[in-house]
């Protein structure tokens, strides 16, 4: 595989970027890592997604995927040497993908953003509806190791990057998930004792900077 050329246009605090860089990690795929400027885009980015702009961005060799989503599924079909993320049962892989579209939507919604950058009845709102979500991801995990079963799966590489911004949601909502969710920070830490995850996601504090800082952008205070 020396003649693989993988690029990743990325933003360091984004989920789903981060997504790519466990799947890629998981495949032991050597990749380079460009991180992007999303208030002035490099000329690469807009050219490999010029329908929304927007990181993450997998070129393999010279030809671009977009959507996290997608590109982990394409880094699993890709590279099926290691580390396989979908089930092989086609009815297992479906469920995997009904979960990672649950995330996507209820998770990295809108609505959930609504625990950091909003108060009040709003912002309470919000944050049920948020732990009801995770309680509904703590079901599906069950007694599992992982929502992969006995390894790391797709849907821990979909869910796992948000485990960075628990704490920045729990500072400016004033909740513990811990307490709401225990089985699902068990597992969120198991799953940092793996080098694929620990590497690809960054600290927790840092994130928490990063959210105040979109606070004071934004005029929420």
């Not at 885009?41 to 997608?70: Q, T």
């Amino acid at each position: 595989m020396a003649d693989e050329d993988v690029v990743l246009l990325d933003f360091w605090p984004s989920p789903f970027g981060m997504r790519v860089r466990i799947a890629l990690a998981e495949k032991e795929i050597k990749y380079e890592y460009k991180e992007e400027d999303l208030r002035n885009k490099s000329d690469l980015l807009l050219k490999m997604n010029p329908i929304h702009k927007k990181i993450p961005v997998l070129i393999h060799n010279g030809k671009p995927v977009c959507e996290s989503l997608v590109q982990v599924q394409y880094i699993d079909e890709i590279w099926p040497h290691k580390s396989p993320l979908l089930p092989t049962d086609p009815y297992q892989r479906a469920i995997a993908r009904f979960w990672g579209d649950f995330v996507d939507k209820k998770i990295y919604g809108l609505e959930s953003r609504k625990v950091w950058s909003t108060k009040g009845e709003e912002q309470e709102a919000a944050k049920k509806e948020f732990i009801e979500c995770l309680k509904l991801l703590e079901g599906e995990l069950g007694n599992k190791a992982y929502f992969g079963g006995e390894n790391l799966g797709y849907v821990d590489v979909v869910l796992v990057p948000f485990y960075s911004w628990f704490y920045a949601y729990e500072k400016c909502g004033n909740f513990s998930i811990e307490t709401e969710c225990p089985k699902l920070i068990a597992w969120a830490k198991r799953c940092m004792e793996k080098d694929s995850v620990s590497k690809s996601l960054p600290d927790q504090d840092k994130i928490y900077d990063y959210v105040l800082h979109l606070k004071k952008v934004f005029g929420i205070e």
